[in-house]
């Protein structure tokens, strides 16, 4: 097990769920990126994901990693959407497979294309199971996923038991960023009854409610993108969702 991993498992047994702040280089200007990363780490966020499923320009992201790199303690973990979300600089890759979409490409052959420079860069590659639910977002139409309905609880435990089986350590189920719906606590508590690894919850999360709800039907670690883009306050509003699930299992 590698130094990212021995820190998320330690971190979750200590002190609770994590939150993963989410930073699309894309989105947002380089010392934008800077400043929001050191923000979120004082409210207590316990890794910065860095990627995007519209993710295309590698060089402007391998400058926000260095950069992010410098600049907070925290784990700076690749996000990728495809191969170009792989450059150097970063503590770890959520080295995935979309498991449910409808093209090997997202399966295993941009793992394939991608694993040379997971390598090549000593990035720790966390394996992960990506599993998207719903439908009509960005990651669902890039990934060509077959979205599980946000009410069918037991096919999504189905893809995590049998991501358990083939040895992922990490499952993502992702309600795509900027989802109207977020996952609801009912899969997350069906999942949580089979699959052993570390849960990651994401899409659509931008209340505290919502985010404890989360927390405690099993959830390791909620990753908030959107709101921190797009919501007034959203910094206080980070800081009332990390409250909110501190201490809850
Ligand atoms: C997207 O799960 C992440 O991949 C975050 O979603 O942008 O909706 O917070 P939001």
Do not use: H
């Not at 946000?150 to 083939?166: E, H, T, V």
């Not at 909620?222 to 797009?230: A, D, P, R, S």
């Amino acid at each position: 097990m590698g130094k990212v991993e021995e820190y998320l498992l330690t971190t979750r047994k200590k002190k609770g769920a994590l939150l993963f702040v989410l930073i699309d280089s894309e989105v947002s200007k380089l010392q934008e990126s800077i400043k929001l990363a050191q923000d979120v780490e004082k409210i207590g966020a316990g890794a910065i994901l860095v990627g995007g499923s519209s993710a295309i320009d590698q060089l402007e992201m391998a400058e926000v990693v260095k950069n992010l790199k410098k600049s907070v303690k925290i784990p700076i973990i690749l996000f990728p959407g495809n191969v170009t979300g792989v450059v150097p600089a970063a503590d770890a890759i959520l080295f995935s497979s979309l498991m449910n979409s409808e093209n090997p490409y997202y399966i295993t052959q941009a793992q394939a294309l991608g694993a040379p420079s997971v390598l090549k860069f000593g990035l720790e590659p966390l394996p992960t199971a990506y599993i998207i639910i719903g439908e009509g977002t960005t990651a669902w139409f890039v990934g060509a996923a077959k979205g599980i309905p946000f009410d069918k609880p037991n096919i999504a435990a189905a893809y995590c038991l049998a991501a358990q089986f083939l040895g992922m350590r990490f499952v993502y189920l992702e309600a795509g960023s900027g989802a109207k719906e977020s996952i609801r606590p009912e899969m997350v508590a069906t999942v949580r009854k089979l699959f052993n690894g570390f849960l990651i919850i994401g899409g659509g999360i931008r209340d505290a409610k919502t985010a404890a709800e989360l927390v405690k039907a099993g959830a390791d670690a909620l990753v908030i993108g959107t709101m921190l883009e797009k919501e007034k306050d959203s910094l206080t509003k980070l800081s009332e969702i990390a409250n909110s699930i501190k201490n809850l299992n």
